[in-house]
């Protein structure tokens, strides 16, 4: 992308706050459903400043313009920004200032300043929280009902039309009726009348439908409004065949235009409506027109629980995608062996490994793009090779491939590091360290009702035993055919109150960085089971989902105890015994020899 476009866009932006008499613009990413991954319509932030990561907000004021992004970024944000008026700001990094700060300074003198952000894809308690923070700098005013891009953007991408197809039964496992009843009766006990459901993936959940509006994601846009004696569908017409209607129409589900829901809101006067504004975007908040209860959705927490049907989805799903691991791994170790390294690149052997998961029944696309980060790249949390990033292996120290699928019924997230050759005593001895933390945490039995903040430190310990951490998160919940980050629980050192169930899904993903050399990273999805009930109540353990060998050259063995030897062994043991039967007899023999048992 050229710089003077950029420059052009800027000062069309300019203009436009002019005559809207703004003296600033927020463009967030985000869109009006609060979603993780955005469809081309609503990449806004990306469409002015030419910064394609995923995470980044950008403001422009008359004089002056930046773009706030997290760690992952940095490296990348400071490239694609090079030669334009934005000036990076390092999120998290001591003397940045917030948002809120910054404009503060910006404006400071300026009476009656206004700042605008679109309330569509700005969530209501976001929105607020802003207007309070920017009133600590004076009397500056946030208004939220203008979308230049609209205007300003003009090949905007259109919002997607892609077609909605139903998810059948023998992999949702329950009727869309029957979850439609479960969200009223928990309505009824929050004494509300009815729920706005703005979160794509809920919608595609509740209704049993999928779609392909989202990159990686299963979804369709849309809002969902129910209520005790019905539900509408708020969702583009020419999205919804015949056969889908007639399945929303079976459990009175009715259908109308995307844009009609703020008219629908305004129009409903009586009652009591749960709200999250966490979820729902301040324009649809402010259209409410009857009472408010303002609580979480009840969808997600139902939803993370999975059923024995999307459980036995889950199993299935796993072992084929440990098939195409197998096979990756297999191919990947024969080329460094043989000495064809010279095709082998981060992105090349990425796209093998979406080949191979192509190969198995019931695959319908990656879960999100695929890390492979190899030596430095490894320590760039989140890095995703790209065509100008891209480097060669070379056999030696540590590939880290983080990776999943979406299969009709389950969804798969996995990360193996990998050594390509000699590892250096340091590689070996972090290496190590994460092996441990993963292992203890699939090894912890917990009481009923532990939130996961209290199980992150367990897989830390080793790691704060010799001095280090990592300030991603330990684990998150996975979808059913659905997103491969999945809430309301997580676990992470930030406090998450949300207790882990049973039936609830959840990574073991602990890792370390060090910037400029390796990363590791070992991850599985594991299922929350039923461990023992006791006088102190009942307890609960993890099992594990993922059915892959882990790497054991970069490891010193020496360092795991007994109980950890035990469960790789364990481990090592069922990931031969599930994926065998499903393997040639090539494969069949490598995968003996990478699960060995160990001494």
Known sequence: MHDNTIADRILALRRLMCEAHLHAFIIP??????????????????????????????????DRAALWTDSRYFIAAAEQLRGTEFVLMKERIAGTPSVPEWLGECLAGVPQARVGIDGMVSMAAGVDDLARQLAEYGDIQVVTDIDPLDALWTDRPPVPDAKVVVHPLEYAGEEASSKLERVRAELRQKRADALLVTSLDDIAWTLNLRGSDVHCNPVFVAYLLITQEDATLFVAPEKISSQVLDTLHAIGVSTAPYEAVAARLRGITHGTMLLDPHEVNHTLWKAVACEVATAPSPIPVMKAVKNEVEIAGFRRAMERDGVAMVKWLKWLEGMMERGEVDTLTELSVSRQLEAFRAEQPLFRGLSFDTIAGYAAHGAIVHYEPTEQSD????????????????????????????????????????????????????MLKFPKGACGSQLDAVARTPLWEAGLNFLHGTGHGVGAYLNVHEGPHQIRMEWKPTPIKEGMTVTDEPGIYMEGKFGVRIENTLLVTPYTTTEFGSFLQFEPLTLCPIDLKPADLSLLDHEEKAWLNHYHQMVFQRLSPLLDEEHRLWLRNATAQVE
Do not use: C
């Open 29 to 62: 990413s985000s869109d009006p459903h609060n979603s993780e991954y955005l469809p081309d319509h609503w990449k806004g932030r990306e469409w002015l400043t030419g910064f394609d990561g995923s995470a980044g907000t950008a403001v422009v004021t008359m």
């Open 391 to 442: 480097v060669h292996l070379q056999p030696k120290g540590l590939l880290l491939v983080d990776s999943g699928g979406q299969y009709l019924d389950g969804t798969t997230d996995i990360t193996r590091t990998i050594a390509l050759g000699p590892v250096t005593l340091e590689e070996r001895r972090v290496y190590t360290l994460v092996f441990k933390g993963h292992i203890r945490l699939q």
